[in-house]
């Protein structure tokens, strides 16, 4: 680029940041000395390539999306959690919205995760204990008692029976009296990392794409504000990937909703702004801030040149973050509160749009009370104390930092590649039925190329760690410790049984013909073809299970089972 290029672009940058708004906040150094929004090259200056890296706000978005950075907004403070009942869970949210959090993030426990209700003999022994137990509608309206739906953004980490789960929570906001159209807030509903990953499906794919299909085509027309998939790398890395596959993967996922968004006839300015992302953030400080960085630029380039988007928003990527649970350590514990603080700092200067971090404890059990207060105000510290908030993109033009970005978006861009060739090895005549990265998705599922390539890049790390080349201190360096044990959140029997009871209650007091009647309706629209969204909601608002809604469209599509892979 040269001089008078930069200069343009300077000038445009500048008019934005000035016509945005600003916090009202002190953006001095703790010295006191005044700070600019950003920095960049000095007037005049010939920066060769400096379009890849540009200003904030700025196509290719490389450091961040907004002119102002986080002077405009700072990042939403968003702490996932969930335990025992709804009535617990709901206690909790409560407390993080009072301590200063931005919004909430449901997590659900094993049963829900895998669409069971809590009476399945399957859910034995685990209703509450890794999340919030959520059979029906009524457990979701307990859930956010008294916190307006209206108000406050939701993201509920859920793919298997994400759609029903969503169904229930709009039910939720109707018996608030909150009209569905200012709902905000995420849906994770990614599928593709569940094959890939986590391992929580229910049906095989292609059921799935036509659940994902149907709610995008649901949110596009009746929920505009809200964020029908949050396609998920966090899960992806914590199986062990390097950091340059997760971002592949995860962006690969995410063309492959986009794909499925176009298939459906969907316009991609209108929808894509629907699609988000949630990232890990693990220990390699620049290494991670890179990787968010060339997100950012990847995802804007593929929708600007492959997929035809041509309105900002449809360019944008917009993620959340969550500290590395992977990295927690049982031995020695409190060092936990320093690893999640520098990965929360990195997510910060990658420019991330909100932040989980993890509680000290975790890698023990659910956190408890005092541990999720030290993982909240570690954010209220680098947001309020360190300056971090008054500059966008701070190591912007740092020649390592940069370097790191060139170097893993060209990672990326090869592992792109592998799985096109995928899915040309699958449809090798072109015609792809949703699209090409769909079908280099689907084969790679298939034939377990994901879950071998994760598996190999995480048995290279541990062989390093057993040699002591990678150090991880209180675990192979740095043993000695004068602490004790942590006392842990425990989820009692009690749980289990009183959500049990009520469960039992619940179906005996609602009308069973007309839950016979809507899941009839519902699995009518899964065999005609038609969108099964209203037909979904008629049944949770009959009071339908997750079990019986899912069990009802288990018996028609059958259940997915992995591959044996050796």
């Not at 002077?71 to 939403?76: A, E, L, P, V, Y």
């Not at 969930?82 to 301590?99: D, H, M, S, V």
């Not at 989980?356 to 999720?372: G, Q, V």
């Not at 990326?412 to 799985?419: L, V």
Request: glycine fraction near 10%; aromatic fraction near 8%.
């Amino acid at each position: 680029m040269d001089a008078e290029a930069m200069a343009e672009a300077r000038r445009r940058w500048q008019e934005r940041c000035d016509a945005a708004h600003k916090r009202d906040a002190d953006f001095t150094t703790l010295s006191g000395d005044p700070v600019d929004p950003v920095y960049g090259p000095r007037p005049g200056d010939v920066y060769q390539g400096f379009e890849r890296i540009g200003w904030p706000g700025e196509y290719p978005y490389t450091r961040g999306l907004h002119s102002t950075g986080y002077r405009g907004r700072t990042w939403t403070i968003r702490q996932f959690a969930g335990f025992g009942n709804a009535e617990q869970t709901n206690e909790r949210y409560r407390k993080i919205l009072e301590q200063g959090g931005g919004g909430l993030s449901v997590a659900f426990d094993m049963p829900t995760l895998m669409g069971r209700d809590s009476d399945d003999p399957r859910s034995l022994g685990e209703v509450g204990h890794c999340g919030v137990a959520v059979d029906s509608a009524a457990d979701m309206e307990t859930l956010f008692a008294g916190i307006p739906l209206g108000e406050v953004t939701t993201s509920m980490t859920i793919s298997g029976p994400a759609v029903p789960v969503f169904c229930m929570y709009l039910v939720a906001a109707e018996r608030q009296e909150v009209a569905h159209e200012v709902l905000n807030g995420t849906l994770q509903t990614d599928i593709f990392k569940e094959y890939i990953a986590q391992k929580e499906w229910i049906f095989g794919p292609e059921p799935h794409l036509r659940l994902i299909g149907d709610l995008m085509e649901h949110c596009v027309l009746a929920v505009p504000a809200y964020k029908p998939v949050s396609v998920s790398g966090y899960h992806i890395r914590e199986a062990g990937s390097t950091a340059a596959q997760e971002l592949a993967y995860t962006l690969a996922d995410g063309f492959g909703y986009v794909e499925l968004g176009l298939s459906r006839g969907l316009d991609v300015n209108t929808f894509a702004p629907g699609l988000s992302f949630f990232f890990d953030a693990h220990l390699d400080f620049f290494e991670e801030i890179a990787k968010f960085r060339a997100a950012r630029r990847i995802w804007a380039r593929w929708m600007r040149e492959v997929y035809g988007a041509s309105s900002e928003k449809a360019q944008w990527l917009r993620f959340h973050t969550q500290t590395a649970g992977v990295s927690l350590t049982a031995q020695q514990p409190y060092n936990n509160v320093v690893r999640t603080a520098v990965e929360a700092l990195s997510a910060v200067l990658g420019g991330t749009n909100s932040l989980h971090t993890n509680a000290l404890d975790e890698t023990l059990a659910l956190p408890s009370e005092r541990a999720a207060e030290i993982a909240l105000r570690t954010q209220q510290v680098l947001m309020e104390e360190t300056g971090v908030a008054n500059v966008a993109d701070p190591l912007g033009g740092s020649w390592y930092v940069e370097q790191l970005t060139d170097r893993i978006e060209a990672d990326a861009e090869r592992i792109f590649e592998r799985i096109r060739d995928r899915g040309a090895l699958a449809h090798p005549d072109g015609r792809h039925p949703i699209g090409p990265m769909t079908s280099g998705i689907l084969r790679g599922i298939e034939d377990g190329w994901f879950t071998g390539e994760i598996a190999e890049a995480a048995f290279r790390y541990q062989r390093a760690l057993e040699k002591g080349e990678k150090k991880v201190v209180g675990v192979n360096v740095n043993t000695g410790s004068v602490t004790g044990e942590l006392e842990i959140l425990r989820v009692g029997h009690e749980v289990e049984r009183a959500q049990v009871a009520a469960l039992v209650e619940r179906r005996e007091r609602r009308d069973g013909a007309a839950v016979e009647a809507a899941l009839r309706g519902m699995l009518a629209a899964a065999r005609s073809g038609a969108n099964m969204i209203e037909p979904m909601l008629d049944a949770v608002r009959a009071e339908a299970t997750l079990g019986e809604i899912c069990g009802v469209l288990r018996e028609e599509w059958g259940e997915y089972v992995e591959p044996p892979g050796f």
